[in-house]
C-alpha cells in the first residue's frame, strides 16, 4: 500500500510541475517571437503582446520553482534507494540545472526591467535569448535523468557496488536524444495550443475582433504548426528507440500481444488483456513494423515474447492513442487556420474554427500529461529499467496516504489561487485598458 501511495504521490507531483514547467519552457519562445515581429514589422501591438506574456509568464516561473523544488525533495523521501544509486550516477545534471536556471532568472529579470530603455530595441530583445536558453536547458539536463531512468549508462554494477562512474556517459544514454527531442518540441507545442485556446476564447466569449487578438492567434498558431510537426517527428524517433531499446514497452503500447513480422499499427481499440484481443480498432498493415525498424516486413516483438512479471500494463495503449490524437488533431487544426488565414476565407475566424482552437489548448495539455503517464507507467516494473525494481527503490517508512491527502489539497490549492491570480490580473487590465494599448492609438509611440 506504501508502495502504491508512493507511486502515486510522486506521481501527482509531477503532474502538477509538469505543466507549470512546460509553459516555462514555451512561453519565452513566444515572448521572443512576439517582440521580434513588433521590431521588425514597427508593430506596438506585437510588442504589447510580448509584455502581456511576460508579465503572465512571471508567476508560472515562481510556480514551477516551488513544485520543482518539491519534487526533489519527494524523490529523496519517497526513493531513498533510488536516489542512493541516482545520486552517485546522475547528479550532474541536477547541478548544471542550477546554473541553467540562475541563466534564466537572471536574464528573465533584466528583460522585464529594461522595457523601452534602449534607443536599440534588439538590444532589450536580445535579453530574451538566454531567457530560452536557460529554461530549455533547464528541461533538457532534467530530462537527461528521466532518459537515464530508461536506458542507465555510464557506471558498473558488480556485486551490487557502482563502479566505474562516467556521469558524461550516464548523461548522454541511448534514451537522451529521443527524450530531449520530444521533450522540447512537445513544450513548444503544447505552449502555443493553450495560449491560442485562450485568444479564441477571448474572441468568442467576448466577441472582440480586435487586431491585437488576430496577431496573437496567428502567431500561436504558427508555432503550434511547426511545434507540432517537430512533435511527430520526435514521436517517430522516440518509437524507434522503443523499438530496439524497450520492445515490450512499445508492445504494450500497441496492443501487441504475440510477436509478427508485418505487424499492423492500430488505431483506437478496446483491449481485452486477459483474452489477448483488441476490438474496435482500426488497422494499418506493416505500419508498425515501418515505423519501428524502416521495413514493413520486420519482426515486432509482442508481449507474450516477455516474462509476465517484465510485461508493463496493457492500459497504456490507450494513453498512447490520446498522446498521437492529440498531437494529430493539433497539426490540423493549425494547418486548416493558416491555410484560409492565407487564402483569406470567411472561415478563419468563424465561430467553428474558434471553438476548434479553443479545444486545442485543453487537448494538447491532456496529451502531454497522458504522454508522460506513459512513459512512466511503460517502464513498470523497473524504477531503473533492467538494474532496479519499484519495490527495491521505495521507502519503508509508513503513512504515505496521510501525505498524498495532504499535498492534494495543497496542489488544488495552488493551482486554483494561480488561475486565479492571473484571471484577475488580466480581467482587471483588459487590452483595451492597458496604458500602452491606450498610447498605441493615440498614435504615440510607447518605446
Not at 501591438?45 to 511576460?54: D, G, N, P, S, T
Request: positive net charge.
Amino acid at each position: 500500500m506504501d508502495l502504491y501511495f508512493s507511486r502515486i504521490l510522486t506521481g501527482t507531483t509531477l503532474g502538477f510541475h509538469i505543466f507549470f514547467a512546460t509553459l516555462g519552457v514555451g512561453i519565452p519562445v513566444l515572448i521572443s517571437l512576439a517582440e521580434a515581429l513588433g521590431i521588425r514589422k514597427r508593430d506596438p501591438e506585437y510588442l504589447l503582446l510580448a509584455k502581456r506574456w511576460a508579465k503572465g509568464f512571471v508567476i508560472l516561473v515562481a510556480v514551477g520553482v516551488v513544485t520543482g523544488t518539491t519534487i526533489g525533495l519527494q524523490i529523496n523521501l519517497l526513493w531513498p534507494n533510488f536516489m542512493k544509486l541516482a545520486g552517485e550516477v546522475i547528479s550532474l545534471p541536477f547541478m548544471l540545472e542550477g546554473f541553467a536556471f540562475f541563466l534564466e532568472a537572471i536574464f528573465l529579470g533584466i528583460y522585464l526591467y529594461t522595457w523601452g530603455r534602449f534607443k536599440n530595441p534588439w538590444i532589450h530583445w536580445s535579453f530574451s535569448l538566454p531567457v530560452i536558453i536557460g529554461s530549455s536547458m533547464s528541461a533538457a539536463l532534467i530530462t537527461t535523468v528521466n532518459a537515464f531512468m530508461n536506458a542507465p549508462a555510464g557506471f558498473k554494477l558488480v556485486d551490487g557496488k557502482i563502479t566505474d562512474i562516467d556521469p558524461v556517459a550516464a548523461i548522454l544514454n541511448p534514451a537522451t536524444p529521443s527524450k530531449v527531442f520530444h521533450v522540447l518540441s512537445s513544450a513548444y507545442f503544447m505552449t502555443a495550443c493553450a495560449l491560442a485556446a485562450l485568444t479564441a476564447c477571448y474572441l468568442l466569449l467576448r466577441n472582440r475582433k480586435l487586431t491585437y487578438y488576430k496577431k496573437a492567434l496567428h502567431l500561436t498558431m504558427g508555432v503550434a504548426l511547426i511545434g507540432g510537426l517537430l512533435t511527430a517527428i520526435a514521436g517517430d524517433v522516440s518509437a524507434k528507440y522503443m523499438a530496439a531499446y524497450n520492445p515490450e514497452k512499445l508492445a504494450a503500447a500497441e496492443a501487441l500481444f504475440d510477436t509478427e513480422r508485418g505487424a499492423p499499427l492500430l488505431i483506437g481499440g478496446l483491449v481485452d488483456a486477459e483474452n489477448q484481443t483488441v476490438t474496435y480498432k482500426i488497422e494499418l498493415p506493416n505500419v508498425l513494423s515501418f515505423l519501428s525498424f524502416g521495413d514493413f516486413n520486420a519482426e515486432v516483438r509482442g508481449l507474450n515474447a516477455f516474462p509476465k512479471e517484465l510485461q508493463p500494463p496493457v492500459v497504456i495503449h490507450y494513453m498512447f492513442q490520446v498522446m498521437v490524437a492529440s498531437g494529430v488533431y493539433g497539426i490540423t487544426i493549425s494547418l486548416l487556420y493558416l491555410f484560409a488565414r492565407w487564402r483569406r476565407w470567411q472561415l478563419t475566424y468563424s465561430k467553428l474554427l474558434l471553438w476548434a482552437i479553443f479545444l486545442l489548448g485543453p487537448f494538447a495539455i491532456v496529451g502531454m500529461e497522458l504522454g508522460w503517464i506513459f512513459t512512466e507507467i511503460g517502464r513498470k516494473p523497473w524504477i531503473i529499467y533492467g538494474v532496479m525494481r519499484l519495490e527495491d527503490a521505495v521507502t519503508s517508512m509508513t503513512g504515505i496516504k496521510t501525505y498524498f491527502l495532504s499535498f492534494l489539497c495543497l496542489y488544488f490549492f495552488i493551482g486554483l489561487t494561480t488561475f486565479f491570480i492571473l484571471a484577475r490580473f488580466f480581467r482587471r487590465r483588459p487590452v483595451e485598458q492597458d496604458p500602452y494599448y491606450l498610447e498605441i492609438h493615440e498614435g504615440r509611440d510607447p518605446r
